[in-house]
């Protein structure tokens, strides 16, 4: 390619392949065999910094050596172009780039470079993770709603039985909503359910799993440790749901009936099994209690 722009029945324009490259909109940067960079053009220095003579990897990653799965690298030994999203921090911030990569051929068919594209699609990258997030979170609570809690249940079980570590299930029902709806309306009943979950969220920690599943149906998965077991923690979310009441001025008290199952890495039951059995203890307790 030249660099003669031609219109029919006008003179040639003579056009700079540097603003050539820079009117494409994206990232460009050629790097040797050696992963050494030769060129940069004007927006792929404002994304990624101006790093021409250096090596790539220890310019973007700090590394001594190529990091594994690099994609260009790949495109030296297979000849193709590959393509990636990689997510980076900067300016703390979180940031998405698309990168494609490309072999650079020379008469003989031989490998002498590599041209890599980059495009910013942090914007586009987080639509999509705020799209997901909505498919997993409940919209009045803000906490996982059924199909969250099964998604991420599945990962913490697979975690749990790679370290051999023992997990608490929490099944737990918010009491008398049905009354407060019939009562007072949907609203406030939409209100006890948001300060139930608010408590929820208070009482156990932000690496556990807290799920509204149904209506009144919420459940709670956390890894057990040696500082809390499930007595403790039964006591402990009960204890802050009558704090409440007693600060708040509502004509009806907030009540949750619980019931806890426990994992263990050497058994072999499921999350839903798991869920049976807290749900058998919760029962119990609901029905020990007085009615609203």
Same mark, same amino acid.
């Given at each position: ?180 709806? +019939? ?6 009943? @939409?209100?006890? /359910?948001?300060? &139930?979950?608010?408590? =929820?969220? $208070? ?60 994992? +263990? ?6 999350? @839903?099994?798991? /869920?049976?059995? &807290?749900?058998?203890? =919760?029962? $119990? ?8």
């Amino acid at each position: 390619m030249n660099d003669d722009a031609r219109t029919e029945g006008q003179p040639a324009i003579k056009i700079p392949m540097q603003n050539i490259i820079d009117a494409v909109g994206d990232g460009i940067s050629i790097q040797d065999t050696q992963f050494r960079i030769l060129y940069q053009n004007r927006i792929h220095k404002a994304l990624m910094g101006d790093h021409i003579g250096e090596y790539c990897y220890k310019a973007y990653e700090r590394r001594e050596q190529v990091c594994e799965g690099c994609h260009l690298a790949q495109s030296f030994r297979d000849g193709k172009i590959h393509r990636t999203v990689q997510r980076r921090v900067k300016d703390k911030g979180k940031f998405y780039f698309e990168i494609i990569s490309s072999p650079v051929k020379d008469e003989k068919g031989d490998i002498i470079a590599g041209i890599e594209s980059v495009r910013d699609v942090t914007e586009r990258r987080l639509i999509e993770e705020k799209l997901h997030d909505m498919t997993m979170r409940d919209d009045l609570t803000g906490l996982y709603n059924r199909r969250g809690f099964f998604a991420m249940a599945d990962q913490q079980l697979k975690f749990a039985k790679r370290i051999n570590k023992r997990m608490l299930v929490f099944s737990a029902d918010l009491d008398n909503l049905k009354v407060i709806n +019939d009562t007072l309306g949907h609203k406030e009943g @939409d209100s006890a /359910l948001i300060e &139930a979950a608010n408590i =929820m969220k $208070e009482t156990f920690r932000e690496s556990d799993i807290v799920a509204r599943i149904g209506g009144d149906e919420f459940v709670i998965l956390q890894l057990e440790d040696h500082v809390n077991n499930s007595e403790m923690l039964a006591q402990r979310l009960q204890n802050n749901f009558s704090r409440h009441n007693a600060q708040c001025d509502k004509p009806y008290e907030l009540s949750i009936s619980t019931g806890i199952s426990h994992y +263990d890495p050497a058994s072999l039951f499921s999350i @839903d099994e798991l /869920l049976v059995q &807290a749900d058998k203890e =919760m029962y $119990e307790q609901k029905k020990l209690k007085r009615t609203f």
